[in-house]
């Protein structure tokens, strides 16, 4: 068992100077290389089927690949100050009091350009997290030990590969700068891939960072006003939904027979993973570009209604998964204190991913008719 210090480097998970002093160090770098330790494993049992439940998804995966250079509307402009203004237009909160503040001096010059930097800093990281995916999805192919398991990962493969090139493209060709990594999702995906144990990758990835990604992508298809982006998250949660079924399709078969102890291991991994995507979200980039204080700019933005919600909503798919998979109560119930001292324990009761993942199929009006 170990300590709150020991999963995640400090005692306290709100310890915002802990948090802050992560940071990448190499940010021009191009090529970033982790060591994977994991076995790549052979079967030679080809029976399809056996586990009808991935033998659907797999099917389904089939039939719901897109192309993101043609059903995507790539014609659309995308104007960033005016997205921000319309943004902000549509989903505006009450006002706080920046009286004394590192913004007290701001006009609408300064929050146009925050908006944007908000916008190249968010699709940056899911940019990043996708490619994230589709390494570690590769790995799911390799170590796997079941063949109907490794016929879906295959697909997200694909999947993921389509999601890194759209985002990428809208980042390129729609809006107007990119930013690196950010040190926690680094730090996280690091792990996941290092770890040599298959559930691991399939705990980190398609619960964890796949199922935050689900609802970040959900939270911003519902509030973003632009037509291209908007569709594109629709097409990418469609995708999205199938791979965090995946995950909780095939560990709830493996964990069922594993002992306590091993339990509290994927426990203790899966708060880790929590809390790194959790910090990921602060925006310190942003902050340190727009030249205010990061410390002071992220203790302001906190106190938001709009970013506590958005927040908490980011737990929406992990926690009823987690509870799905037995790893809320397991091992003396750990893993529910940790998501109760979270404060996202009341998202458990929720539907979970395997449950919902057809709900997320693509439609007829929502795709592209040209």
Request: with cysteine; aromatic share 10%.
């Amino acid at each position: 068992m170990s300590s709150t210090e020991e999963m995640i480097g400090r005692s306290d998970v709100n310890d915002l100077e802990a948090i802050l002093a992560i940071t990448n160090s190499d940010v021009d770098a191009l090529v970033h290389q982790v060591q994977n330790h994991a076995d790549a494993i052979f079967t030679w049992d080809y029976e399809k089927g056996a586990r009808p439940a991935l033998n659907k998804l797999y099917e389904k995966a089939k039939n719901a690949q897109w192309n993101g250079e043609t059903d995507l509307d790539w014609s659309i402009d995308v104007d960033q100050e005016q997205v921000v203004l319309a943004n902000a237009a549509a989903n505006a909160g009450p006002a706080l009091d920046l009286t004394g503040t590192c913004f007290e001096s701001w006009g609408e010059k300064e929050w146009i350009q925050l908006g944007i930097e908000s916008q190249n800093w968010t699709l940056s990281q899911f940019m990043h997290g996708e490619q994230g995916a589709l390494i570690c999805t590769a790995k799911i192919v390799e170590t796997v030990p079941w063949i109907d398991a490794k016929y879906y990962a295959s697909t997200q493969v694909m999947d993921e590969a389509r999601h890194v090139e759209v985002f990428a493209k809208y980042l390129q060709d729609k809006l107007s700068g990119h930013y690196p990594v950010n040190a926690h999702l680094r730090m996280l995906l690091d792990d996941i891939i290092a770890d040599s144990r298959w559930d691991m990758t399939y705990l980190g990835m398609q619960i964890m960072v796949e199922g935050l990604a689900l609802a970040a992508f959900g939270f911003m298809h519902q509030m973003t006003t632009e037509p291209l982006l908007k569709q594109l998250l629709r097409y990418v949660m469609s995708d999205e939904a199938r791979h965090v079924a995946f995950g909780v399709l095939s560990l709830k078969e493996y964990y069922a027979e594993l002992s306590a102890a091993e339990l509290r291991e994927r426990q203790e991994f899966a708060f880790e993973a929590a809390v790194r995507m959790r910090d990921r979200f602060l925006q310190q980039e942003v902050w340190d570009r727009m030249g205010v204080p990061v410390k002071e700019a992220v203790s302001l933005v906190m106190l938001t209604p709009e970013q506590q919600m958005f927040q908490a909503m980011l737990f929406s798919k992990i926690v009823p998964n987690c509870k799905k998979l037995g790893l809320l109560d397991a091992a003396d119930g750990w893993l529910r204190t940790k998501f109760t001292e979270l404060g996202v324990i009341g998202f458990e009761d929720w539907v979970d991913t395997g449950s919902e993942y057809e709900s997320f199929a693509l439609t007829e009006s929502d795709q592209r008719s040209a």
